[in-house]
C-alpha cells in the first residue's frame, strides 16, 4: 500500500521553469521523495526525456519493486559474472550518471552539488564541466518542505506510532529502571505499532541527564520525584514523526514543576505564533519571551523547532536565525526547553502543520504529565 | 566508565610527522575518536599549542562532561542572552574554527576536506586559504581503521548486546508474527543488555523479503518453513557491532538449506583467508569461490565486508575494488549472501579481527539455524 505519490513531477515543472534539460539528484531522502524507493547510494537523472534511477547492485531488486516513474538501472564497479540485470553500467556512481546524462544528450543540467562531500562534488563537477548550470540544493529542500496532503496523512501516522510508544513509557514507569531498560519498552510499543525505522536514536534521560538536549539512554535508574525525558520518533510510509514529553515519577519538587509549567506555557505560546506569512523566527520569539518572563531563558539553549518531513530535520527552521517565511503545508516541531546543568531538563515537543487559515497540530498525546 | 581512551595522541603525531602545526577535524565520528565526545556539529582544532573542541550552544554541557584532552567552547549564531558559558564564540561553525585557528597561530594546516559537504567545504577553503595544506580524510580514516585493544574490548561488548537480540529472537519465533513485531523483540532485547543506540536500522526479513540486501521490517507475517533473516547491531561505549543470521522457521525446503549451506560455507572461506598481509581483496574472491562452484556467484550482489568501529561501515572494504591490504588490529565483517530475487536469500555475518598471526572471531552466536 503506497500512501505518499513520489513528486518526480514536481521536479520536472522546476526544470522546465528553470530552462534547464534535465537535473542530477542525490541524497538518500531526496532520491525518495521524487522516486519513492529509500537506499543508499541512489542518484536520479531526470530530464524532459525521462527519468533513470542509479542504483547499486545490491539494491536493484528493490528499487525496481519500489521505485515509480523511472527507469532502474544498477552500476556496479565490479558487475558479478553471470548476472542478469537489465541496463547494467560497470563503474562508479559518477560513470553512471555521466553515461545516462550522454544518452539523454543533456546539455544544461541542475545538480544538488553543495550537499554532496567535497572530494565526490569536485568530481561530479568536473564529469558534468559546462552542462552543470545550477545548484539545486535550496531548490529542492524549499520543494520538500511544502507538503502535500499525502504526506502529511503519512506524518500523522507516524505521529499515531510514536504516541503508542509514550503510552507505552506511561504505562511502564517504575522505580529503579534504567533509562536503556525504558527506551527498549517504547521502542518496542513502537515496533508493534507498525514503526518501520525511528526517526533517529531515541532519547530517554532522567533528571540530571535530561539537562542534555541530546543524550543517549544510560544505565541510570529511576527515582522517585524525577523526570522523565522521552523523545522519539518513528519511520511510517517513508515520513517521520518527532515528539517529546517530559513526564513526572511521582510527585516532582516545586522547583522542576515550576519549569515543566513554564516550558509548557511556552511551548503554547510558540504553536499559537504559527500561521502563514509569519516569519520563522516569530515563534522562536513568543516562546523565548514567556520563557524570559519566569528567568528561565538562559537555559533554553536552542532554536525553537525546525521542519520535519523525509529527514527528521528539514527546512524550515524555527530560530531566530531564520530568514524564511512560514507557509501552508510546511510542518514543524515545536520544541522550547529548559536544561539546569547538573539538576534537571524539561522539553516539550509537538508537530504542527502550517494551515492557510492558521496550523494545526498533528500530535495528540496529553502534554501535562508532571 | 569510560572503556575507549579518546585518541587525540595518534593526530598529534601525525601532525608532528607530516610538519604541520595543526588540524581541523570534523565530522561526528571522528570526532569522538580523538575527543570521547559524540554529538552534532563538533569540530575539533587540535595543535601543538593545544586542542580545542567547538561545539554547538546546546552541546557544551555534554560535551565539557565527555570530552577528554580539549578546551570545549560553544558556538552559536546567536548566543542567548543572560547566557554563562565560557568561551563562547558568536557566528557559525566557520567562524568559531578561523578564530581558534588564528589564536592558536596556526599557519599549516590539514583538515578532512573532502569528507564536508561542498557547500560548507568551499566556505571552509576560503576562511583557511593558504593555511590549508593537507586533506586528511583517508589519513583518519586509516588511523581509524587500525584498532586498539580498548576498541576492540569495547567491540566485543556491543557484540555481546547484539547477540542477547538475536537469542530472544530464535526464543521468540512463532507462526504469524510480524517482520516489525520481530524487530522490536529482537530490539528491546538489545536495550536490556545495554545498548546505547543501534549501529543502524534493523534489519528482518522473512523468506523473499530477504532476498533484499537493504530493507526495513513490514507486516509481512512468518509462516512455516519460511527463512527468517535478522541484521542487527548495538553501540556500546561508542563503538559499534554488526552481526547477521539467517535461521529456519519450520523445516525449510531443500533449495532454502543448499543455498544457507553454501553461504555458511562461504562464510567459513571468507574468515579463513583473513591474515595479516593479505589484500583485502582476497577474502571476497575466496568466497566468491564456493558460491561459483555451487553456480550460486550470480547471487551474490555485494561485497564480502567491510571495517567495523565508531561507525558500522568504515575501512578497509573487503571486495573485488579494494586495494588494501590488512593489518593487524582491522576488524572487519565478513557476510556473504545469496539474494534470489522474489523467492528466498540468505546471508550470515561475523566480526572478525586481524591478529598478529591471523584473525579472532569477536562474534560467537551459532551459525547453523536453519
Known amino acids: 500500500m503506497r500512501v505518499v505519490r513520489p513528486k518526480l513531477s514536481k521536479l520536472l ?24 524507493f529509500r537506499g543508499g547510494g541512489a542518484i536520479l537523472v531526470a530530464s524532459r526525456e525521462g527519468a533513470t534511477l542509479l542504483v547499486p547492485q545490491l539494491e536493484y531488486s528493490k528499487a525496481s519493486a519500489d521505485a515509480v516513474g523511472v527507469e532502474v538501472r544498477p552500476y556496479y564497479r565490479y558487475p558479478v559474472p553471470g548476472i542478469t540485470m537489465p ?13 545516462v546524462v550522454e544518452e539523454y544528450g543533456l546539455s544544461r543540467l ?7 562531500p567535497y572530494g565526490e562534488a569536485a568530481k561530479l563537477k568536473e564529469k558534468l564541466g559546462d552542462r552543470l548550470a545550477l545548484d539545486l540544493s535550496s531548490d529542492i529542500s524549499r520543494m520538500r518542505s511544502i507538503k502535500e496532503d499525502d504526506e502529511v496523512e503519512a506524518m500523522v501516522a507516524a505521529a499515531r506510532v510514536a504516541e503508542a510508544g509514550l503510552r507505552a513509557a506511561v504505562d511502564a514507569l517504575a522505580e529503579g529502571m534504567g533509562e536503556v531498560e525504558l527506551a527498549g519498552v517504547v521502542e518496542e510499543a513502537m515496533r508493534r505499532a507498525g514503526a518501520e525505522e525511528y526517526s533517529f536514536p531515541t532519547i530517554v534521560a532522567f533528571e540530571e541527564n535530561a539537562a542534555y538536549p541530546h543524550t543517549s539512554p544510560t544505565g541510570r535508574r529511576l527515582g522517585k520525584g524525577e523526570v ?37 506555557e511556552a511551548q503554547l505560546a510558540g504553536i499559537d505564533a504559527i500561521a502563514p506569512g509569519v516569519k520563522a523566527e516569530e515563534p522562536d520569539a513568543a516562546a523565548r519571551s514567556i520563557l524570559e518572563k519566569r528567568g528561565l531563558a538562559k537555559y533554553f539553549i536552542h532554536s525553537l523547532g525546525h521542519g520535519v518531513g523525509i529527514d527528521v530535520h528539514e527546512a524550515p527552521r524555527l530560530s531566530r536565525a531564520s530568514e ?21 531538563g524539561v522539553r516539550i515537543e509537538d508537530m504542527v502543520l502550517v494551515t492557510k487559515k492558521g496550523r494545526r497540530l498533528l500530535t495528540s498525546f496529553e502534554r501535562n504529565l508532571f
Not at 541496463?87 to 553515461?99: F, N, P
Not at 541542475?110 to 554532496?116: D, L, M, Q
Open 13 to 36: 515543472s522546476f526544470i522546465e521553469e528553470k530552462g534547464l534539460d534535465g537535473a542530477v539528484v542525490v541524497g538518500i531522502s531526496n532520491v525518495q521523495y521524487f522516486t519513492g
Open 110 to 116: 541542475g545538480a544538488n552539488i553543495s550537499s554532496i
Open 324 to 344: 524564511e517565511e512560514l507557509e501552508p503545508g510546511m510542518v514543524v516541531t515545536v520544541e522550547p526547553g529548559v536544561y539546569v546543568a547538573g539538576a534537571v
Open 87 to 99: 541496463g547494467l553500467i560497470e563503474g562508479t556512481w559518477l560513470d553512471a550518471v555521466a553515461k
Open 228 to 264: 522523565v525525558l522521552i523523545d522519539l520518533g518513528a519511520r511510517l510510509h517513508g515520513y517521520c514523526s518527532d515528539i517529546t514529553r517530559t513526564m513526572a515519577f511521582g510527585q516532582l519538587p516545586e522547583r522542576s514543576r515550576e519549569i515543566a509549567e513554564a516550558v509548557l
